[in-house]
């Protein structure tokens, strides 16, 4: 009987340890309609190399990604509506009105900044910069030789919103200067073109991008009361739909661990744009060459069907 009885004892520790051990995996798991996230990206290409990222690594955990592009005015209208999950995307300072909309009907939520030390503000190629133009008063001194034109990205992007009310502002200084609103992939056509034949421009530039390894650019100062200290020095923000988190405590969970840098996503930024490659491809090559960023990407993060997270991924990209 003493046995007996203390064998019974033994048996029943170890199956509550073993619960103990397992019970917060399985509380991870979520349920079979968060299989789908639907996120948003606005054409910038550093949003679709972040958003590749996060593909991949749901792809491996059994989950799949849905990606619209949207505007940014969309696509938050999109998450207000709850038919967009999560966005990677959220510029801050630059998108304060727009996040200010959105928390006063408590359409949102923070999970994470997924990026430190951006650059957002308007710049010049260095040969202009060279002749003396090295802030927002030297642009508007020199109107006739910009052709009075700024150029910017698609229309109703925040930046373009920004730039609009400089012009419309009451400071004389850029009354009659037109936005050219374009796309980011426009704008940056210009750029070159402008570069070809020295010609002078004027445009929204911002960082992390290729665009600061491809052209020779100066970043102007002045721009403080439009897009903050520090050149537009910001970061960028993870952001769901409201209720999202509990619904998806799992997927979740990614989302908030999944921080990124500078050098990262310039290289992915870089893969996608210059190398052409496609941007899911990119980002396995980027996470077979940098393994280590895994774990804590995926800390306490499992598949949707409860298995460990880490294991599938690096089954997944071929570790």
Known sequence: MTYSFTHRTGLAALALAV????????AAQDAAACKTVNMSDPGWIDITATD???GVLLDALGYVQNVRMLSVIIGYETLKNRNTDVFLGNWMPAQQNFIEDLN?????????TNLVGTKFTLA??????????????DVAANADKFGKKIYGIEPGAPANITIEKMIAGPSPELKG???????????????????????????????????????AITYLSGGDAYFGPNYGGGSVRTVARSGWSAQCPNAARLFRNLKFDLPMENALIS???????????????????????????LEGVTTLDGKPGLAAVRTAIGL
């Open 104 to 112: 006063r009907t408590n359409a949102i939520e923070v999970l994470a």
């Open 177 to 215: 200067w037109t936005l050219i609103e374009s796309s980011e992939q426009g704008m940056l056509a210009q750029v070159s073109r402008a570069e070809r034949s020295k010609q002078w421009i004027v445009f929204l530039a911002w960082s992390p991008h290729p665009m600061n390894e491809k052209f």
């Open 124 to 137: 010049v190629p260095d040969y202009v910069a060279n002749a003396g133009i090295r802030d927002f008063k």
């Open 19 to 26: 619960f103990t051990a397992i019970s917060p995996v399985a």
């Open 271 to 297: 893969a996608i744009m210059d190398e052409h490659s496609n941007p899911k491809a990119a980002a396995r090559s980027w996470l077979n060459t940098h393994p280590d960023a895994l774990a804590p990407w």
């Open 52 to 54: 590749a990222v996060a």
